[in-house]
């Protein structure tokens, strides 16, 4: 039974950092792509970063580009999602998924090929 776990969310202040963890159970994260998105209050889901597996090539959002950083632990087995210079804009809740690539798809910003996904944890930025 593949099962993804968030965890790490809380309230920051903008300019704050917090790191997101994705702890994987069911199989080993080693094998394969996973990615980090989020939807915002009234917004639909927006991709935010995405690691291989084949290589640990790392892809990012415009948005979050020079402030996130996606990582793996493969003894830990779990990926993280560390977010510095927050915004009050990256409030969301933010979600792991997997699925049966080591690639991330091209169209990984959509969530093309993740068929797994965590419960989210939530992110909120304010002052």
């Known amino acids: 039974q593949v099962q993804l776990v968030e965890s790490g969310g809380g309230l920051v202040q903008p300019g704050g950092s917090l790191r997101l963890s994705c702890a994987a159970s069911?199989?080993?994260?080693?094998?394969?792509?996973i990615g980090w998105f989020r939807q915002a209050p009234g917004k639909e889901r927006e991709g935010v970063s995405c690691?291989?597996?084949?290589?640990?090539?790392?892809y990012y959002a415009d948005s979050v580009k020079g402030r996130f950083t996606i990582s793996r632990n493969n003894a830990a087995n779990t990926v993280y999602l560390q977010m510095n210079s927050l915004k009050p804009e990256d409030t969301a809740v933010y979600y792991c998924?997997?699925?049966?690539?080591?690639?991330?798809?091209?169209?990984?910003?959509?969530?093309?090929?993740?068929?797994?996904w965590g419960k989210g944890t939530l992110v909120t930025v304010s002052s």
């Open positions: 998924a997997t699925g049966s690539s080591t690639k991330c798809s091209s169209w990984w910003v959509y969530g093309h090929g993740m068929d797994y």
């Open positions: 069911g199989f080993t994260l080693d094998y394969y792509a």
């Open positions: 690691i291989t597996s084949s290589d640990g090539s790392t």
